[in-house]
Nanobody, 114 residues
Framework: QVQLVESGGGLVQAGGSLRLSCTAS????????MDWYRQAPGKQREWVAN??????NFANAVKGRFSISRDSAQNTVYLQMNSLKPEDTAVYYC?????????WGQGTQVTVSS
């Protein structure tokens, strides 16, 4: 079993920044891949970014504004979000797959006011 715990969401004005964190525990020794998704009200969940075996990838909507880093010692992946826009408002989820099983964090709300 793997547990993912997220933190760092909140309310921020447009142009501001937030850093989300996702900490993995349980039967996972290191994070090799972690994906971030978000779901806005009334919309489908969409992929945002990932850390994938040392590489990082981003959706076009956030490219250049978001970045990802990993703290191996803490088994934590961070999603740094800069230049936030109202359209970034959503619940953000982290996700990892281990032995073919999907694990999700509980979600953290990000609200960007205009």
């Amino acid at each position: 079993q793997v547990q993912l715990v997220e933190s760092g969401g909140g309310l921020v004005q447009a142009g501001g920044s937030l850093r989300l964190s996702c900490t993995a525990s349980g039967t996972i020794s290191s994070i090799l891949r972690m994906d971030w998704y978000r779901q806005a009200p009334g919309k489908q969940r969409e992929w945002v970014a990932n850390f994938n075996y040392g590489d990082t990838n981003f959706a076009n909507a956030v490219k250049g504004r978001f970045s990802i880093s990993r703290d191996s010692a803490q088994n934590t992946v961070y999603l740094q979000m800069n230049s936030l826009k109202p359209e970034d408002t959503a619940v953000y989820y982290c996700n990892t797959i281990k032995f073919g099983v999907d694990y999700w964090g509980q979600g953290t709300q990000v609200t960007v006011s205009s």
